[in-house]
């Protein structure tokens, strides 16, 4: 079976999105599924990571010039060697968004006639079962459509993330802007072959939204954790004193002022353990090092540029208490992909995210039960002071999220619905 593989985030780009698409592209192959993909070239964006590229077991990778804004950033800076544009990093989050909102469906759909251009010309030079597109982009799925109506071949989604229910971040502004992104969504699923979903929360709100019988053709692969990612990791020694560690970006609604306040009320009752440190490992918008400075903590907090996937795991796994936050007012399905790497290191997790979504759910069926609100102080304060007050920790490996058995199943259904032509 050979698939059309297409994804604009890709490494050398690092993050959950380049992440997933390179281990799903690694473990279909490992299944006997040969990927084409189609991605974009250089451009800007908070996470690089050219270890990854060492993984990429696609056949070939086709590369396209685009006309979005991150790729023509990216053009205006060259001589940044790698680094991420303060431009891009000290712009306010809000006239982000606003310059977001002026495009349909997405800023990235500048990459659309480009990838329409590769994608028609790998069709006519090899003989495919299937494209296969990772969104978002979302805008993106417009090129499967068209390919696939131009060649007849189906195609296949896997959505990261939600598109319209995304009900917490307004992407699309206008009115207008709404009702056509809407329009394109309802018409991608419904002649889709297969929705390939990151969490269950995700295909129930599509079923629910865009029509129950959208189910005989949905299928979650969690993101998981790669096994491999944990053998013969760099151990760096561990530095004297207590760590809570967070890792990846903090953007939209997200936030850690709640948990820096409850910190400080601890700190006020000499109730942190001796040489307490937080640690933010990534790269982070100019609102997150405002809150930083207004939390009247700032000593105890340090940045730790974006490091390599594993060697962020070997971090992980120095830390002795892991933080993760969920805006309470997201969809029940968001699940930040951390998690799983997360409970893979077996240490407690202060989990910040709402008590009835499918993060908590998760998280409880692991024996993880220090769940609060990200957006009270009173209720991080109570829990963490829980968390400080426990000896130890027994945590199992949930064998079942490891992300070559997740691609595995999925491999088993791309198989058993493979089309005719």
């Known amino acids: 079976m050979r698939l059309l593989y297409i994804s604009y985030f890709y ?3 690092g993050g959950p999105a380049s992440l997933r698409n390179v281990k799903t592209v690694k473990y279909l192959a490992e299944s006997g599924i040969a990927c084409d993909v189609i991605t974009v070239g250089d451009l800007e964006y908070l996470y690089r990571d ?13 590369r396209t010039a685009s006309l979005d804004p991150m790729t023509l950033l ?3 800076g060259k001589s940044r060697q790698g680094k991420v544009s303060p431009l891009y ?15 349909p469906i997405d800023n990235k759909i500048g990459w659309l006639p480009f990838l329409l251009a590769a994608g028609r010309k790998a069709l006519k030079e090899r003989d495919y079962d299937l494209i296969y597109i990772s969104l978002g982009p979302f805008s993106s799925g417009l090129g499967a459509y068209y390919l696939s109506r ?24 206008s009115g207008l802007n709404k009702a056509f992104s809407r329009h394109w969504e309802a018409k991608l699923y419904r002649h889709a072959s297969l929705l390939v979903t990151a969490t269950r929360g995700i295909g129930e709100d599509i079923c629910a939204a865009f029509g129950v019988d959208l189910a005989d053709k949905t299928f979650t692969c969690y993101n998981g954790w790669d096994e491999e990612d944990f053998t013969g990791l760099p151990r760096a020694e561990k530095e004297p004193g207590f760590e809570l560690a967070y890792f990846g970006a903090i953007y939209a609604r997200r936030s850690l002022k709640h948990f820096y306040r409850a910190v400080k009320r ?8 001796p040489g307490t ?36 795991l070997a971090a992980m796994l120095n830390a002795d208490v892991l933080l993760l936050n969920l805006n309470s007012s997201g969809p029940r399905g968001t699940l930040s992909s951390k998690i799983f790497e997360y409970l893979r290191c077996q240490k407690p997790i202060l989990a910040m995210v709402p008590a009835h979504n499918e993060a908590a759910d ?15 102080a009173d209720s991080i304060y109570h829990c963490l002071k829980r968390l400080l007050g426990s000896e130890s920790w027994a945590y199992g490996i949930p064998w079942e999220l490891e992300r070559r058995r997740q691609i595995g199943k999925l491999a088993a259904r791309l198989k058993s619905k493979q089309p005719t032509r």
């Not at 296949?156 to 939600?162: C, E, G, K, N, T």
């Not at 790269?283 to 490091?307: C, H, M, W």
Request: aromatic fraction near 8%.
């Open 11 to 13: 490494p050398p780009l």
């Open 89 to 103: 990093l000290n712009t306010p989050e809000k006239l982000k968004l606003w310059a977001r909102r002026l495009y």
């Open 277 to 312: 440190r937080i640690r933010l490992y990534g790269n982070y918008f100019r609102e997150t090092l405002e809150e930083i400075g207004a939390s009247g903590i700032a000593d105890l907090v340090g940045i730790i540029p974006q490091k390599e996937h594993r060697d962020a």
């Open 74 to 76: 990216r053009k205006a």
């Open 266 to 273: 601890l700190r006020e009752e000499r109730q942190l353990p």
């Open 362 to 376: 998760l998280l409880r069926q692991n024996g993880q039960d220090h769940i609060c609100a990200m957006e009270s």
């Open 50 to 62: 050219a270890s990854l590229l060492e993984e990429c077991r696609a056949d070939r990778v086709i």
């Open 150 to 173: 131009g060649s007849g071949v189906p195609y296949a989604l896997d959505l990261r993330d939600y598109w319209n229910l995304l009900s917490d971040y307004d992407l699309q502004g």
